[in-house]
C-alpha cells in the first residue's frame, strides 16, 4: 500500500507563488511516475504536471512557463512550484503515483489540498 501526504496549498494572489509538497510512503517501486492533478468546482480533474522516476517531465498545456514539477527519489517526494498564479488555477490539487509491478498497474492519489488564486 501506498500512501501520499499533499502540503503547500493557502490562498495567495494573483501572480503570486506557492509551492506543493508531496511525500510517498509505504511500497514504492523505483520505476514509478509521480503527478500533480487539479479539480475545480465543475470541471474534470486534469493533468497539471508529471514526472518519471528518470526525470521525463510532462505539462498541461494551461501551465506550461509557470509551474514547474521537480522530485527527490530519495524522499519519494514531488514538488510543484507554481508561479504567475491566475484566478483560473484556483482548484483542489492532488498528488498521483503509477507504478507497475508484475504486469498489473497500481495507481495512488493524496486527499487533495486546496489552492485559491484570490486578491
Known amino acids: 500500500q501506498v500512501h501520499l501526504v499533499e502540503s503547500g496549498g493557502g490562498l495567495v494572489q494573483p501572480g503570486g507563488s506557492l509551492r506543493l509538497s508531496c511525500a510517498a510512503s509505504g511500497t514504492i517501486f523505483s520505476i514509478n511516475v509521480m503527478g500533480w492533478y487539479r479539480q475545480a468546482p465543475g470541471k474534470e480533474r486534469e493533468l497539471v504536471a508529471g514526472i518519471t522516476s528518470g526525470g521525463t517531465i510532462s505539462h498541461g498545456e494551461s501551465v506550461k512557463g509557470r509551474f514547474s514539477i521537480s522530485r527527490d527519489n530519495a524522499k519519494n517526494t514531488v514538488y510543484l512550484q507554481m508561479n504567475s498564479l491566475k484566478p483560473e488555477d484556483t482548484a483542489v490539487y492532488y498528488c498521483?503515483?503509477?507504478?507497475?509491478?508484475?504486469?498489473?498497474?497500481?495507481?495512488?492519489w493524496g486527499q487533495g489540498t486546496q489552492v485559491t488564486v484570490s486578491s
Open positions: 498521483k503515483l503509477d507504478q507497475w509491478i508484475n504486469g498489473g498497474s497500481y495507481a495512488y
